[in-house]
Every structure is written in C-alpha cells, then in structure tokens.
C-alpha cells in the first residue's frame, strides 16, 4: 500500500502494443497509475500525449497508455427500446414556497412550477407566497389570472395559510 502511495517511485511498466492506433478521444488506462481516462491528445512523434483523467490533465508518454475498450451491449434483433427524459424535476409535493423573491422571480418560478404540476397530473397545488407588503402576493395573482391552465384560485383559508398562500385549482 506504501508504494502505491508514494509518488517519488517509478514504476517499470510492462511493453503493450495496443490493438490499434490510439485516436482522440479514446478511453485508457495509465499503467503507472492504474488510472483511466480519455485521451485528449494523440501521442505526437516523440510520444508525449495528454489525458484528462477526471478533473486533472495527465502529460505522459504512449508506452504508458493501455487501450480500454468499452463493452458494447448486443441487443435482440428486432427489440428496439424508446426512452423519453425529461429535465423537468418534480419538486417534493403540490406547494411551491417563494416566499422572500421579488414579484418577477417568484411569478417565473411558480409558472414553471405550474407546469410541472400540470406534467405530473396534479389538480391542485399551494403557492406560498407569505403576507408581507403583499406585493409577491398580487403578483402571483396576477400571473394566475392570465395563465391558460389555471382553472381557479383562492386565498387559503384558516389552517392553511390564510393570506399568505394561493390555492390554485389547475384545469
């Protein structure tokens, strides 16, 4: 464990002819450090190269290079497999708190908030919007009337939130 550590010892590393010549962008593994990265650079006449190996950029020599290849999945002839992403988060359950932004901050993140609720299949959500000045609050409002998917809203009521939240009723 102490020679893996110690930075000052040189390693022999074995002779490897790779496979095929290395390219840009290649994945592979310094054998002085066991450490695998992608090759930035292709080795130049002398040898040298670069490769990013996380966040750190490794100059060394083409001897020290081993090729990883990647396992290549077969899939059934015929099966072919759709994925749908979507870089929308659903927040954790039906209340957006904003309360503390400006009107145009808290407006945009509770359309946004809106539209996620409308993806999840939600028919009512809670915006927490606070008392204050109250002006968060009209402009919340403000921003629901127009709102096409917005089917309804109200203050809260007693045990909810009273005028420091807007309860939404989405179409």
């Known amino acids: 464990m102490f020679d893996e550590a110690n930075p000052v010892v040189e390693r022999k590393v074995e002779d490897y002819i790779p496979p095929r010549p290395f ?37 060394t020599t083409a001897k020290n ?16 497999k759709k994925r749908v992403s979507s870089n929308m988060t659903r927040r954790g359950g039906m209340e ?20 996620g609720a409308i993806m999840a299949g939600l028919s009512q959500v809670v915006i927490i ?3 204050g000045t109250g002006a968060l609050r009209a402009a919340v409002q403000q921003a629901l009337k127009r709102n096409p998917a917005v089917k309804s809203f109200r203050a809260g009521e007693y045990g909810e939130g009273e005028a420091g939240v807007t309860v939404v009723e989405l179409k």
């Open 23 to 59: 390219k840009q962008g290649d994945t592979v593994r310094l054998a002085d450090t066991s450490r695998e990265g992608v090759l930035l650079t292709v080795p130049n006449m002398n040898g040298v190269c670069f490769v990013q190996t996380g966040s750190v950029k490794v100059k």
């Open 65 to 80: 290079l081993r090729l990883v290849e990647k396992k290549v999945e077969k899939k059934p002839a015929g099966s072919v």
């Open 96 to 115: 957006l708190d904003i309360r503390g932004k400006m009107g145009d901050e808290g407006v945009l993140e509770m359309e946004r908030f809106i539209d």
């Open 129 to 131: 919007h606070g008392k």
